[in-house]
């Protein structure tokens, strides 16, 4: 059996709220359930809360929460794994054996239901032996980076590497967050996940935007509305007719 496991702890740091923010007139976590639905790969979605607002609020949207994550599994600490880890345990305790397990990032309204397709196909393609990653491109070489003082001096982190064409450099990729997928061996205890062996899809810069804070939040909301308004060819004309 297949699930997806949505995280969606009540704390946020950087953005109050960020997992059920206002997202363009529906609370952000409303895309991750819409695309897991959608997607109609998924035998259980599964929110995994400490926040009793928002269990109420995904159930008020049709996704029943089977139990709330414990305090201890809920700080900024606490790494993704082992909530994976702890809610297929949930379930195994309850007679719910799940196979494939999807990662949903709560904040991702960018994305669509093709994309956890594509995802799950590429995953199958490689016989469910390597867990699955989105990527997207580095905009510029990875070379190039610097690293930046308090005082605003930047130090290059591969010193002489500007010199080199960008034609002449590899390209690098980066995690780019909205979801990933494992197999349950994957995640055994006693088989801890490495950051190597992970096959991957690719996602465009327009879709691979990490809501963390509110810049982030801002070109989200940008390239959703942009979307929209470029699928509405009377909008499109009418908006461009006003900047004339």
């Known amino acids: 059996m297949k699930i997806a496991i949505i995280p969606a702890r009540a704390g946020s740091k950087r953005i109050a709220n960020k997992n059920i923010i206002d997202f363009c ?12 639905g959608r997607a109609n790969l998924f035998d259980k979605v599964h929110v995994s809360t400490d926040s009793e607002h928002i269990k109420t609020l995904v159930e008020d949207m049709g996704c029943v929460v089977d139990f709330m994550r414990p305090v201890h599994l809920a700080d900024d600490q606490t790494g993704l794994i082992a909530v994976l ?16 397990v999807c ?4 904040s991702c309204p960018l994305i669509d239901p093709g994309d956890i397709v594509k995802g799950y196909e590429k995953y199958l393609f490689h016989e469910k032996q390597f867990p699955l990653h989105v990527v997207a491109p580095y905009p510029v070489p990875i070379e190039w980076a610097y690293r930046k003082s308090e005082e605003g001096f930047l130090t290059p982190v591969n ?21 990933s997928i494992f197999h349950r061996s994957h995640l055994l205890r006693d088989n801890p996940v490495s950051d190597e062996n992970f096959i991957s899809i690719m ?9 963390d804070d509110a810049d982030g939040l801002r070109l989200a909301q940008q390239l959703y509305l942009g979307r929209k308004v470029a699928g509405n060819p009377e909008l499109m004309q009418q908006l461009c007719s006003e900047t004339e």
Not at 103 to 106: I, K, Q, S, T
Not at 159 to 179: H, I, N, T, V, W
Not at 203 to 211: E, M, N, Q, R, T
Request: net charge negative; with cysteine; hydrophobic share 45%.
């Open 159 to 179: 010193a002489g590497m500007f010199a080199c064409r960008s034609q002449d450099l590899p390209k690098a990729y980066f995690e780019s967050g909205p979801f």
């Open 25 to 36: 007139g529906k609370p952000m976590i409303a895309y991750a359930l819409d695309a897991a």
């Open 203 to 211: 996602l465009p810069p327009g879709k691979a935007v990490d809501i």
């Open 103 to 106: 990662c949903l990032m709560p």
């Open 85 to 100: 880890q702890w809610v297929l345990e949930e379930y195994s305790s309850m007679g719910l054996e799940f196979q494939d």
